[in-house]
């Protein structure tokens, strides 16, 4: 087995942990905030595994953007992205395409967020 390999599988391993235990956590915090503030409607919306697909995809391809940009591969795209209007058009392209899908979704029944019902908090 490689070296590096090892390390780099490690790195994986580690970030996954520590983005996990940095949800649990905020799931945890959210979760005790609205049991001692109940009027705090706004923040009352829980995410759907539909929802945490959903921004899971929105997340790699913001990862896989950003990375393509700092390859600066030959491409016309990627020359398109490595400059700032790219790059903003690139977020812009994000954000607009992942609240087409959570729309399509939800009329498809499969909502990102829904109120929370009694068994929730």
Known sequence: MNASVTGATLIVIGL????????????????AWLRRHPHAQPGRHITTPTGLLLYGFQTLLLFV????????????????????????????????GSSIVAAVLAKLGRPVSREPGEHDV
């Open 16 to 31: 996954v942990a520590i983005v996990a235990a940095l949800i649990s956590f905020g799931l945890w915090v959210g979760r």
């Open 65 to 96: 953007g950003l990375v393509a940009r700092q390859l600066q591969i030959f491409g016309e795209f990627w020359k398109f992205l490595n400059t700032s209007g790219g790059l903003i058009a690139y977020f812009v392209a994000l954000i607009v």
